[in-house]
């Protein structure tokens, strides 16, 4: 591995060369992965590859008249100095921010690469069409908010921000509000069932911990292993499964914690109303992400949960 200051006028150039061939990939990737859900941001970044395929002809073409036809292979990471890039191209589904932020590290390394060529070259015609280059990365950010504001229309961008808010309720309500679901329903027959058959809170809250956290780990795992995603669109398994887990646990838990209260009377009546609070949160999740109407999904919701406590009931009471 080089240093930069070692590097040759010529070396300079096929490292240049090399570095607009990667950038003008990852655009390219960046508007394959983006294409489907935010057309309008794609073609930004189509745009901004053909500018790297343009940057990278002009290179060429005064590599040619200087060094000839043979252009060594010299990489970024033949170079000290470079900063190793996460191949977020690679993931699917892309997400809009995450490419947004990489394009504007990458605008940003290659205009510093480009100053501290030009600062390095002594041909005159290599140091201006660096200069050039540099100046054209230094308000390449500038172009692409240019290209932001010609691509993405009013009805577009409406259009990109719904796509980003079923990606949202795809990869993370869904799994969320489906172990919420079942962990604040499934875990009331056992809690209420143990609390009424004992009629001791420190038992009831044994039973409570053991099934919330034995559900928690079950969703989790039958949620991450339901799909890849790669067809779904759902995201990352291991996300959606740690998600899913998480609020199973958590919608256990809630209605449990309150038998740590050694008062059975006090903490039975606690852990009723908190019931009636996580129905209420799953209605209203139901209701603002999910499109239903609040009475339908509180009929829904009420529905289920009474018919899992009644059954908890009538177990502890038998």
Same mark, same amino acid.
């Given at each position: 591995?080089?240093?930069?200051?070692e590097?040759s006028?010529?070396?300079?150039?096929?490292?240049a060369?090399?570095?607009?061939?990667?950038d003008?990939?990852?655009?390219?990737?960046?508007?394959?992965?983006?294409?489907?859900?935010?057309?309008?941001?794609?073609?930004?970044?189509?745009?901004?590859r053909?500018?790297?395929?343009?940057h990278?002809?002009r290179?060429?073409e005064?590599y040619?008249?200087?060094?000839?036809?043979?252009?060594?292979?010299?990489?970024?990471?033949?170079?000290?100095?470079?900063?190793?890039r996460?191949?977020?191209?690679?993931?699917?589904?892309?997400g809009l921010?995450?490419?947004?932020?990489?394009?504007?590290?990458?605008?940003v390394?290659t205009?510093r690469?480009?100053?501290? /060529?030009?600062?390095?070259?002594?041909?005159?015609?290599?140091?201006?069409?660096?200069?050039?280059?540099?100046?054209?990365?230094?308000?390449?950010? !500038?172009?692409?908010?240019?290209?932001?504001?010609?691509?993405?229309? *009013? !009805?577009?961008?409406?259009?990109?921000?719904?796509?980003?808010?079923?990606?949202?309720?795809?990869?993370?309500?869904?799994p969320?509000?489906?172990?919420?679901m079942?962990?604040?329903?499934?875990?009331?027959?056992?809690?209420?069932?143990?609390?009424?058959?004992?009629?001791?809170?420190?038992?009831?809250?044994?039973?409570?911990?053991?099934?919330?956290?034995?559900?928690g780990i079950?969703?989790?795992?039958?949620? /991450?292993?339901?799909? !890849?995603?790669?067809?779904?669109?759902?995201?990352? *398994?291991?996300?959606?499964?740690?998600?899913? &887990?998480?609020?199973?646990?958590?919608?256990?838990? &809630?209605?449990?914690?309150?038998?740590l @209260?050694?008062?059975?009377?006090?903490?039975? &009546?606690?852990? @009723?109303?908190?019931?009636?609070?996580?129905?209420?949160?799953i209605?209203?999740?139901?209701?603002?992400?999910?499109?239903?109407?609040?009475l339908?999904a509180?009929?829904?919701?009420?529905?289920?949960?009474a018919?899992?406590?009644?059954?908890?009931?009538? @177990?502890?009471?038998?």
């Amino acid at each position: 591995m080089k240093n930069f200051n070692e590097l040759s006028e010529q070396e300079i150039l096929a490292l240049a060369i090399s570095l607009e061939e990667e950038d003008e990939r990852v655009y390219a990737d960046f508007f394959e992965g983006l294409r489907q859900d935010y057309s309008g941001s794609a073609a930004v970044f189509n745009s901004m590859r053909k500018e790297e395929s343009e940057h990278r002809r002009r290179l060429i073409e005064i590599y040619q008249q200087k060094f000839g036809e043979h252009i060594p292979l010299v990489r970024r990471q033949d170079v000290k100095g470079f900063v190793r890039r996460t191949p977020v191209w690679l993931v699917r589904p892309l997400g809009l921010d995450i490419v947004r932020k990489q394009a504007s590290a990458i605008e940003v390394e290659t205009r510093r690469f480009y100053e501290r /060529a030009a600062a390095r070259t002594q041909d005159a015609t290599i140091r201006q069409l660096l200069d050039d280059l540099a100046q054209e990365e230094r308000t390449h950010e !500038d172009r692409a908010q240019e290209l932001t504001e010609e691509n993405l229309r *009013p !009805d577009v961008q409406e259009d990109e921000d719904k796509a980003r808010r079923r990606l949202f309720v795809l990869q993370i309500v869904q799994p969320g509000l489906a172990g919420l679901m079942d962990g604040s329903v499934s875990t009331l027959a056992p809690v209420f069932a143990a609390a009424l058959a004992t009629m001791n809170s420190w038992d009831a809250f044994l039973v409570g911990m053991a099934a919330s956290l034995g559900a928690g780990i079950s969703m989790g795992f039958a949620e /991450a292993l339901s799909d !890849d995603g790669s067809l779904t669109g759902r995201g990352l *398994p291991w996300i959606r499964g740690l998600i899913c &887990g998480a609020m199973t646990t958590l919608g256990g838990i &809630g209605h449990t914690l309150p038998f740590l @209260i050694s008062r059975f009377q006090f903490a039975l &009546g606690l852990a @009723i109303a908190v019931v009636l609070v996580e129905l209420g949160v799953i209605t209203w999740v139901r209701h603002r992400f999910m499109d239903t109407p609040v009475l339908s999904a509180a009929l829904q919701v009420g529905l289920g949960g009474a018919l899992v406590f009644v059954t908890g009931i009538l @177990i502890g009471k038998s």
